[in-house]
Structure formats: C-alpha cells, structure tokens
C-alpha cells in the first residue's frame, strides 16, 4: 500500500522538508471518526493519564483537551482529502515555578507524537545560556545546534524571557530570538516550540518581542496549586516512591505546609518534591541511629511526625520574624 504518511503538516506544505522520510510518524490511516483516531493513536490513553497522574491543573488540562481535539479534527480533515493549513503549535507555558510546566511539556510532546505532528516526541530543555553565546560570532552556532536537536520533538525554553536584554546594548540574545523566529516558521512542520516562565515577564517580553507572541498559537496558565492540592501532590509522591505518612504524620505535613506557603521561596510543587526528599533524610537518620533494631517494612516505609517536625521552618517560626525572610527547610 502506498498510504501517504499520517503527518499533516509536512504533508500540508510542500518544501524539502517534507521530503524528508518520517521513519517514527504513524502512518496516515483512513480513520473517518474522532473515536477511530483516538483509538488509533492512543492520544485518549495519554489524555486519561494527565488527568489522573496530575493533581489538579483543572483549566490547564482543558486546554490540553482542545488542542488535541483540534489535531484530531484536522487530521479527520486530511483523512477527508480537505486542505488544512499546517496548525501553528508553539506554545507559551505561564506560571509560577513548581506548577508543573515542564511535566506538561513532557505529555504535550507525547500527544503531539501520537497524533503525527512531530516525527520523534523528544523534549530538550533549555534556558537562555544554552542559546546565547558570550562572544561575537558565538550565538548562531549555539542557537542552531540546540534547534538541531530539538528537531522533531519540543524545544521547551524556560525563562525564554531572559533572552531579551534591552538594558544590554550588545547583547546577543537577540541574535538567538531571530533564529528561533525564522526556525519557528520554516520548520512548523517538524518543531515545537514551549516557551515557559514567569507571566508578568513573559507579557513584557512578547511587548518588546511581537514577531514572537505573533507565533505562538497557544497561551497556558498555570495556576498555584491550594494547600489541599499540594497535600495531594505529596500524597502521589510519596506513594510512588513507596512511602507513606505514619499517624500524625499527615497532620505535621499539614501545618508544615502552611507554614512553608508563606515563604518567599515558595515553589509550589517543587518545594513540596523538596521537603518530601529531605524528610525521607531524616527518616534514614533516625533509623541509622539505632543500629541493632530489626525493622520491619513498614518502618523502613513510614515517615513518622518527628521527621517532619524537626524542619527548621518549625524552629525559625518560634524564634519569631528575624528568621522569617530565609527560606524554610
Ligand atoms: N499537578 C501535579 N501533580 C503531581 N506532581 C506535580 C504536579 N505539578 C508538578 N508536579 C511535580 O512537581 C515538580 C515540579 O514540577 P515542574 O513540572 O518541574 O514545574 P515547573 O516546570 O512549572 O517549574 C516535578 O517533580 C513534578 O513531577
Ligand atoms: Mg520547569
């Protein structure tokens, strides 16, 4: 069977890249319902794990559910012989750290794999030092090496804003965000672009950047999570590591987030990643302590109040606000 290749936006664009074979990308079925696709790609089996493997991210999740509802469609659509212009995917990905923006790269990737958009599926991750050289002559070659390789999958920038220096006069970032342009619209058919950051400094950024913001397609906001959502964050967690909270303990993780919420360096899940490692620490602490005792399975499983209460985010507070501004461990 000579099926033409289930890849709609090379195949929706004629050019010398989309003579390039596609050895990963599904093969163009004759799918003419939205259930055929799904079971096809098995987009709906990624779909179905973001919604449970991650607490919350309600709207983000949404959002996720329409994009891949606009693919689908559109590869009905070419299914249906109808013309489809290539969908410009790049993304812009706001929140606070922790939120949970690098896992959704992670699946948004993988669905867009799936569903035949991008030929490998593959996240690299990158920040401004990654693209942006120090001397004359040294920004292109990096810039172009990091596109190379994020060729065929999603190349996530974070804290993309940090590319644009106005105050530096001769600053090279801007030399990487004009390739990065000129990629973003020949190569739609082969690489996705996440922008990730702060809200308020990416608003500025695309400000002073509209060729920018002009190709990004889709806008994510990633909200704080609650206290009862970080509770339940530290819940997969721990059981994921094969941990659980011990009487009280759950109570302890309570108060300790409460606390911790407060802080300036508060980062969301990512600080609740932290907290749960270092309380692991003092877990293997106290039962190194006492050598001789033979331990059971659920000892060595079971994170007990005292590990969580000798943080020093315990004691910091009793002494009162002196010690308040230093982040909480
Ligand atoms: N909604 C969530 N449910 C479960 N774990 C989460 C969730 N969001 C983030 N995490 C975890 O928190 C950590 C930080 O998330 P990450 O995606 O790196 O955040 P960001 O990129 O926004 O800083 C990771 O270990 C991730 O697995
Ligand atoms: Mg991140």
Redesign the pocket.
């Known amino acids: 069977m000579n099926a033409p290749r289930f890849f709609i936006p090379g195949s929706s664009m004629p050019g010398p890249a989309s003579a390039r074979p596609e050895p990963d990308a599904p093969a163009l079925s004759q799918a003419r319902s939205v259930a055929a696709v799904l079971a096809e790609t098995q987009v709906e089996s990624v779909l179905q794990e973001l919604d449970e493997?991650?607490?919350?991210?309600a709207s983000v999740k949404a959002r996720i559910r329409d994009i891949a509802a606009l693919l689908v469609i559109a590869k009905l659509r070419l299914n249906f012989g109808l013309a489809a212009q290539a969908p410009s995917l790049h993304m812009c990905?706001t929140?606070?750290?922790?939120?949970?923006?690098?896992?959704?790269?992670g699946r948004m990737a993988t669905i867009l794999h799936r569903l035949g958009y991008i030929r490998k599926g593959h996240v690299v991750s990158v920040t401004r030092d990654d693209l942006v050289g120090q001397y004359i002559g040294h920004t292109a070659p990096k810039t172009r090496e990091v596109i190379k390789r994020a060729m065929g999958g999603v190349l996530f920038i974070?804290e993309a804003y940090y590319l644009y220096r106005p105050e530096n006069e001769r600053d090279y970032g801007q030399e990487a965000i004009e390739i990065l342009l000129q990629m973003m619209e020949n190569h739609r058919d082969d690489l996705v672009v996440i922008l990730?950051g702060y809200e308020d400094r990416m608003d500025i950024f695309f400000q002073s950047n509209p060729g920018m913001r002009s190709r990004i397609a889709h806008h994510l906001e990633?909200p704080d999570?609650s206290a009862e959502?970080l509770m339940?964050?530290a819940q997969?967690?721990l059981t994921e590591a094969n941990y659980r909270f011990g009487p009280g303990a759950q109570e302890a993780f309570a108060q300790y987030l409460e606390l911790r919420l407060t802080q300036p360096q508060f980062?969301?899940?990512?600080s609740?990643?932290n907290a749960l490692d270092r309380m692991r620490l003092r877990q293997a602490s106290r039962l190194f302590a006492d050598p001789h005792r033979e331990l059971s399975a659920s000892e060595l499983t079971t994170l007990a109040p005292a590990d969580i209460l000798a943080s020093r985010l315990f004691s910091n507070n009793k002494e009162g606000a002196s010690h308040a501004a230093s982040p909480g461990l």
Do not use: S
């Open positions: 493997e991650l607490v919350g991210l990905f929140g606070n750290p922790g939120t949970g923006k690098t896992t959704v790269a974070d990730a990633f999570y959502e339940q964050i997969t967690m980062a969301n899940a990512r609740v990643r």
